[in-house]
């Protein structure tokens, strides 16, 4: 039965074949006003943008369609909750998002999407946030301009900000994260401003049954480019919360995230560097946390890249002072892929990697990353923030810092605009934390996906 998903994936791949280009990811940045010359040559799905609803009103649709088959032996190192019935699962990941958006004079417009999400095969529990939303109301948003460089946006929406090392729309997982939030824009030609405060939302694997938490994100996320390949993004986010966990206590959290992005615009030679610093208050605790994460790479010949990446995100010094050294993430993307639940908190790793992308159709990345615990007084954590280890009742006591080296391959293929293939494989080799905290065992991982976006 396991065969089925595999070969519905390569019949996707040898039933599409369109012209080569790319569409947005986050679809309310889709640009279809190309379409608005009659005399242009159109495939049938175009017919479907830029619909004249009066002389200056335009009405587009949309969508998508992907299927995930995915593939773990000793899901999470082997160490899962009492109700899964298998530690080794496989499963069937469905999507289909449909949204509309209608453009009014003077740059006023509603945006809205529908989001269905489903899993299959896998016996263990629905996981909450990524697995299952049957039926939801994914975005609905206006945005309303008051110049050409100011825009309010307010409703449903998703957030992408940056390299997504904070705040992201999580594409890998099955289910896409939105928020409620009221966002004000500014942009001029080398500097892009955005201001916003929102409530994350809990999705519900049921229909219409999402509903808005009491926590808070808000800030702002700026991007200017100084040099035609140097761009800087300061920002600053705050967080309100108590959901989430340190050392198995909960509490009221306040905390402040102030950063700075330098990159480069692609070229023969990049770089990546981040920094960020965090203060606050959880319960009686001061927060005093840190994050350093880079990423460089050199072109040996055209569309050849050899790099190497990494992070120095330094844990809680002691469970018996009067600070939390704990960095919160807050809703960033997996860092280390879908093999592993990992997240860079209180960690510190080395990723050497080589890199096909011919930024038309190929990107190949082969990775290896080693990953260890930088404190010894921390545990580790999932990309959620979720505590990963230690776990309650177990060798809370370990002193261990190897947490796991991790090999990855990821080949994504886009023949064409509409439609993208792509293969994961990821091998985990388990260090000594892990085998001291909880079960230990290696995780091997694979996924066959592809998407019709339209």
Sequence with gaps: MCYLPLRLFFFLFLSFSLSAQQIARLRFDDNFSALKNDSLKKEAVDYLKEIRLGKETRLSFGGEWREQYQSYTHFNFGEVPADFVTQSPYQLMHRTMLHANIEFPRGFRVFTQL???ARFLNPNPITGQLDQNVLSLHQLFVDIPFSRQWKLRVGKQEYSLGLERF??????????????????????????????????????PGVFDDEP??????????????????????????????????????????????????????????????????????????????????????????????????NYVPGDRSGSDTKLNTFNTLFARPPFGQTVALNITNTWNFSPYIRYQ?????????????????????????????????????????????????????????????????????????????????????????????????
């Design 167 to 204: 705040v992201a729309t999580r594409e890998g997982p099955n289910t896409r994260t939105p928020f409620y939030g009221i966002n004000l824009k500014y942009q001029l030609k080398n500097l892009q401003w955005d201001a916003f405060v929102s409530h994350p939302i809990r999705i519900k």
């Design 115 to 117: 989001n269905s999400t």
């Design 358 to 454: 011919d930024f038309k159709k190929w990107l190949v990345t082969g990775r290896a990353s080693f990953v260890s615990r930088e404190s010894t007084a921390d545990g580790i954590f999932t990309p959620n923030m979720t505590p990963a280890r230690p776990i309650l009742g177990k060798n809370v006591g370990s002193v261990a810092t190897d947490i796991c080296n991790i090999y990855a391959l990821d080949a994504q293929f886009f023949p064409t605009k509409h439609f993208s293939f792509q293969v994961e494989l990821g091998y985990c080799d388990a260090g000594d934390y892990l085998k001291e905290s909880g079960s230990g065992q290696n995780v091997h991982y694979y996924a066959l996906r592809n998407v019709y976006r339209f």
């Design 213 to 310: 938490t009491e926590e808070v994100l808000g800030g702002f996320y700026s991007n200017y480019r100084a040099q035609k390949r140097m761009q800087f993004e300061p920002y600053y986010f705050y967080f309100e919360s108590d959901l989430r966990e340190y050392q198995f206590k909960r509490g009221l959290e306040k905390r402040h995230t102030f950063g700075l992005r330098s990159f480069s615009s692609p070229g023969n030679w990049n770089y990546d560097i981040e920094l960020a610093g965090q203060t606050g208050q959880f319960n009686d605790l001061s927060i005093a946390a840190f994050m350093g994460v880079w990423d460089f790479n050199v072109a040996l010949k055209k569309a050849f890249y050899v790099g190497f990446s990494g």
